[in-house]
Structure formats: C-alpha cells, structure tokens
Nanobody
Framework: QLQLVESGGGLVQAGGSLRLSCGASGHALDKVAMGWFRQAPGKEREFVAAISWSDSIARHSDSVRGRFTISRDNAANTVYLQMNSLKPDDTAVYYC????????????????????WGQGTQVTVSS
C-alpha cells in the first residue's frame, strides 16, 4: 500500500520561501498523478497544484500560480512544492495526495479523485 510523508513545512516570514517534499513508499510513482492540497483553520480543503504522471504536466490554482511550482522526481519517488513569495494567507496544513488510474496528462483537481493522502505538514507565514 502506498504511503506518503510530507516534510519541509515550518514558520517563515512573508515574502520568504519553503520547499515541501512528499516522499512515497510502497509503490512507485511513475504512473501516478500527484497533487498538493491545503487546509487552513476553519476553512475547507483547497486544491493547490497537481502534476501528471506523463510528461510532468503541471496545474496550479489561481491563488498560487506564479509563486508556487510543483515538480516530481520519479527516480526518487518524491514530489515537491516550491513555494516563493509566501503570504500570510498561505498559512495552512499542506497535504500531498496520489491519484491512480488517471489518463496520461491528467492533473486532477478534486479531492475525491485522489486515493492516498499524507498526514500533512504545517506551513505558517508571519506578517
């Protein structure tokens, strides 16, 4: 069974950067679409970014486009989220997720499209 573990969260000042990692074990990620979601206190979980298993096609939400970048290293079985120009509104628990069975090039954006989830990592951006 696939297991996902996020790391790299922490406390950063507004304008700073963090790089989140999502390491997978139990199954190779080479045919698995991956995504990042976040959930702030009192808010619903929201889509942040997704990357297809073929050609690493990326999709980012409007709120992070131009600041965040999702990438993957299948050889390392790891997915990354580079976060630049962080804002206090980016404060949330960030989760990575894996989606099986997607067509080539697909970048799923709905939580129900994902089969496995990590435990999350806290990102706090101070003003």
């Amino acid at each position: 069974q696939l297991q996902l573990v996020e790391s790299g969260g922490g406390l950063v000042q507004a304008g700073g950067s963090l790089r989140l990692s999502c390491g997978a074990s139990g199954h190779a990620l080479d045919k698995v679409a991956m995504g990042w979601f976040r959930q702030a206190p009192g808010k619903e979980r929201e889509f942040v970014a997704a990357i297809s298993w073929s050609d690493s096609i990326a999709r980012h939400s409007d709120s992070v486009r131009g600041r965040f970048t999702i990438s993957r290293d299948n050889a390392a079985n790891t997915v990354y989220l580079q976060m630049n120009s962080l804002k206090p509104d980016d404060t949330a628990v960030y989760y990575c997720a894996a989606s099986y069975g997607m067509l080539a090039g697909s970048t799923p954006v709905q939580g129900w499209e994902y089969d496995y989830w990590g435990q999350g990592t806290q990102v706090t951006v101070s003003s």
